[in-house]
């Protein structure tokens, strides 16, 4: 898809609005408060507990 058009199926005009759309989505669902896409991105928690591990050892 284009980005147009992920646009206008999440009726928003903007990558930022787009993304607080996803985000309040995604709060609504796991009812948790995530402040940004990268806060609520299990990859993003894994790579973090990883650096945490790497550095103890």
């Known amino acids: 898809m284009e980005e147009k058009e992920v646009f206008e199926a999440w009726k928003t005009d903007s990558r ?3 993304e607080a759309r996803v985000l309040g989505c995604l709060n609504f669902i796991s009812g948790q408060k995530f ?18 591990a790497i550095k103890f050892d």
């Open 16 to 18: 930022e609005k787009w």
């Open 35 to 52: 402040v940004s896409l990268k806060s609520a991105s299990l990859m993003s928690q894994v790579h973090q507990e990883l650096e945490k």
